[in-house]
């Protein structure tokens, strides 16, 4: 089993359920140090302090929160665990939400909540079934790691997960990332469904969905210990040079069946909904009030802690 990373409860209405918490993920990246070139001696980051010019031991290191240049507040774990809020201890359910309303630009690490002990069976279980019947996920807050997190709680396989959020002043806003105004034609938006039809997978697994990169980069490493020659890049695919994007749209719809082994006929396509025809109500006139903007409101004040 994976270490604990915190230990606490889950607080619902008047329900609590003690928990601890372990990551859902795994990383299997491969990871790389760094070596002096001429010696193959490796390379080290040590902690020095500015001022006596030494290096200092990790009993001599805490935390601070630089208040000016020559100022600093230091902050030690005992003050964290003690913070006066209720989330320090628990995490708190807020509300309940459908899924499809949650932005996933806002999710991201996962953890599986573990029951603690025997007392905590009834009602974890209790959790698990009413969010599994409600088709909601519930919306709690949590403080762990010196800041306090949106999270967002589901069940997958009989066991919550937690998913850490970001508040919404977390998120960029894209606006000025849009393109210019271009028209798009129905014919086009029908090429790219059929396209999309061809693409449509029922799991996220196969070779399309393996990390290659980390295959490739064991495949380096091996070969360099037997002294082998290195494998050899493949040569780029050049992109055919398509006259417009309907015809880059059935091409692409072509390759993909032929790919899947599937006929590479004329591609399936998609009527657009014809909007409906409603009759214009004549509305009395009427004065237009004045609309207020409200100035947007930003949480800059606050220091988030990394």
């Known amino acids: 089993m994976p270490r604990t990373i ?21 990383d299997h990246s491969i990871h790389f140090h760094q070596y002096h070139l001429a010696d193959s ?41 003690n913070l006066p809020l209720p989330t320090a201890k628990a995490i708190e359910i807020g509300g309940f939400v459908p899924l499809e309303s949650v932005d996933p630009l806002r999710i991201f690490d996962g953890y599986y909540l573990q029951p603690s002990g025997q007392v905590a069976a009834k009602p974890y279980q209790l959790l698990v079934k009413a969010l599994g019947r409600s088709a909601k996920v519930a919306v709690a807050k949590y403080a762990w790691s010196g800041r306090e997190r949106l999270g967002l709680l589901r069940v997958k396989d009989d066991v919550l997960v937690l998913h850490a ?22 014919e086009e938006v029908e090429g790219a469904l059929a396209l999309m039809d061809t693409m449509t997978v029922d799991q996220l697994e196969g070779p399309e969905f393996t990390d290659r990169y980390t295959e490739a980069v064991a495949e380096i490493i091996e070969a360099k210990r037997e002294e082998k020659p290195l494998p050899e890049a493949p040569e780029p695919e050049q992109p055919a040079q398509i006259p417009d994007l309907m015809a880059a749209l059935q091409e692409s719809v072509s390759k993909a069946k032929a790919s899947r082994g599937q006929d590479a006929g004329p591609a399936e ?20 009030a004045t609309k207020k903007t409200a100035a947007k409101k930003r949480s800059g004040s606050r220091p988030r802690s990394a």
């Not at 915190?6 to 795994?26: D, K, Q, Y």
């Not at 959020?165 to 849009?178: G, S």
């Open 41 to 81: 001696g490796r390379i080290r980051y040590r902690k020095v302090c500015e001022l006596e010019d030494r290096e200092v031991p990790q009993d001599e290191i805490g935390k601070g929160y630089e208040l000016t240049k020559t100022q600093v507040i230091p902050v030690t774990d005992e003050d964290l665990d």
């Open 269 to 288: 396509v998609h009527e657009l909904p014809k909007p409906k025809k409603t009759a214009a109500k004549k509305q009395p006139a009427r004065k237009t």
């Open 165 to 186: 959020m970001r508040w919404p002043d977390e998120i960029r806003d894209p606006a000025e990332l849009l393109p210019p105004p271009v028209q798009v034609s129905d």
């Open 6 to 26: 915190w230990s606490g409860a889950i607080s619902f209405g008047l329900v609590t359920v003690p928990i601890n918490v372990v990551s859902a993920t795994e």
